[in-house]
């Protein structure tokens, strides 16, 4: 009788052990992002779109275009026993690049209350980036001349 008991016993506390089990939090990572070493590789108005390529390695996804810009994504997921996973952490690096495909901004984003967050920026300025569509045509309404499109000059 005392077997019995001790085989009863031993079967409460393994379901115990798995009930607690299930309580912890699982982690799961996807995605990749460079570390520091290997990004500070990269140097904003030197390096090219294959350098990128040949030193971060293949990006998770890139612009829309033909030529668009390189993003890097991580994610950190967590879940507790049966409830659907949740992002804790999420970093994404955009790379950007000019029309002579040169690195031409570096930034890193994260994912704070739900709020995309600026975590780093590598950027080097110039005289045309920063402008928008509205603005350069706006820029060029004194430059119009009305003879060239009546057929005149």
């Known amino acids: 009788m005392a077997g019995i008991?001790?085989?009863a016993s031993a079967i409460v506390m393994a379901v115990?052990?798995?009930g607690i089990a299930g309580c912890t939090a699982q982690y799961r990572n996807h995605g990749y992002m460079p570390d520091e070493e290997i990004l500070s590789?990269?140097?904003v108005g030197v390096d090219t779109r294959d350098t990128v390529l040949e030193t971060l390695g293949a990006p998770t996804?890139?612009?829309?275009?033909?030529?668009?810009?390189f993003y890097y994504i991580r994610t950190r997921m967590e879940q507790y026993?049966?409830?659907r996973p949740q992002p804790v952490e999420r970093t994404v690096m955009a790379v950007s690049f000019d029309q002579r495909d040169v690195v031409s901004n570096i930034e890193t984003f994260g994912l704070e209350e739900g709020?995309?967050?600026t975590l780093e920026?590598?950027?080097?300025s110039s005289s045309t980036a920063d402008k928008t569509?509205?603005?350069?045509?706006?820029?060029?309404l004194g430059r119009f001349n009305a003879a060239s499109v009546l057929g005149g000059e």
């Open 133 to 140: 569509f509205i603005r350069q045509l706006l820029g060029n």
């Open 121 to 124: 920026s590598r950027v080097t």
């Open 5 to 7: 008991g001790k085989k």
């Open 16 to 18: 115990a052990m798995l």
């Open 81 to 83: 026993a049966w409830k």
């Open 115 to 117: 709020r995309v967050v």
């Open 41 to 43: 590789q990269i140097t």
């Open 61 to 69: 996804t890139s612009g829309v275009l033909e030529q668009g810009d």
